[in-house]
């Protein structure tokens, strides 16, 4: 009798296992038949010279229903995807070659930003040294701006700290401008000083992801940062994609960097790509 109760025990082990495995079974195939493949095509050598715009990826995808993988544009025709980006010269654009990441459009959107939330007239840009990798960005800045029927004027700065900060002080003490979009970390910090020193009416940007600058944008000195980084397009990519395939809800914007003011300081999206210590 002990016998049989122990058979019946083991046979309703097995059923309740096999049934259990089945159920495992089916949730797995359905997840994988779901699954969403994602690909970076690395026009360059080697794609390992993308790991941070990887672990943005990566980042992104956590939890999601999706596969991520970065492979040389060599091996395209060999490599089947549900969503192609090409990544080329640290840039990033969609597989159709719209929406490439570049300075202009970040500083398009950027001024665009600042002209709908500040009433501004008269706009400084400033960098730390004339360098040359802002002109795409100048040249954004300044054709979204006069468009607008604003003035607009880019003031290249000196890279010694002392004097950069006496320029920055100069010009906010001139009252010829209520609107000031720094290029760069120094120029931003040589901004707030400046502002919090004799000018607090002139309204502040930046173009910088700094510990420093999210302190000045959440302390009020900074109105809103504008960024991109190899990080943050990755991270974009992949929420823009999941997006797509209505796996996940919180992308907005079809770009690869980010505007930041302080109504989005604190989101989940923002602690990912804007935060450094999260990076």
Do not use: W
Not at 21 to 47: E, T
């Amino acid at each position: 009798m002990k016998n049989k109760k122990l058979i019946r025990l083991f046979v309703i082990s097995v059923l309740l296992l096999l049934l259990f495995d089945s159920i495992i079974n089916f949730r797995y195939g359905v997840k994988r038949k779901d699954l969403v493949k994602i690909v970076f095509l690395v026009d360059g050598d080697n794609p390992n010279d993308y790991e941070n715009m990887k672990a943005g990826a990566i980042s992104a995808g956590e939890d999601k229903n999706c596969l991520i993988d970065f492979v040389n544009i060599s091996k395209e025709e060999a490599t089947e995807a549900d969503v192609y980006f090409v990544v080329a010269n640290h840039n990033l654009r969609y597989y159709d070659g719209t929406d490439m990441v570049d300075d202009f459009s970040l500083a398009e959107d950027f001024s665009n930003y600042v002209l709908a939330n500040s009433d501004c007239d008269s706009i400084l840009l400033v960098s730390s040294g004339d360098n040359k990798e802002y002109v795409n960005a100048i040249e954004g800045f300044k054709t979204s701006i006069i468009e607008s029927g604003r003035k607009v004027e880019y003031r290249p700065l000196s890279k010694d700290v002392k004097k950069l900060k006496q320029s920055m002080y100069n010009l906010e003490q001139s009252g010829l401008f209520d609107t000031v979009i720094a290029l760069d970390r120094p120029s931003l910090s040589a901004a707030v000083e400046a502002n919090t020193r004799i000018n607090p009416f002139v309204k502040i940007y930046g173009v910088d992801n700094s510990s420093e600058a999210v302190y000045y944008l959440d302390n009020g000195s900074v109105e809103a940062l504008a960024y991109k980084d190899e990080y943050s397009m990755g991270y974009t990519a992949v929420r823009h994609a999941l997006k797509d395939y209505s796996l996940d809800k919180i992308a907005k914007e079809k770009s690869f960097y980010y505007i930041a003011d302080r109504d989005v300081l604190y989101s989940d999206d923002m602690e990912m790509v804007l935060f450094p210590f999260v990076k």
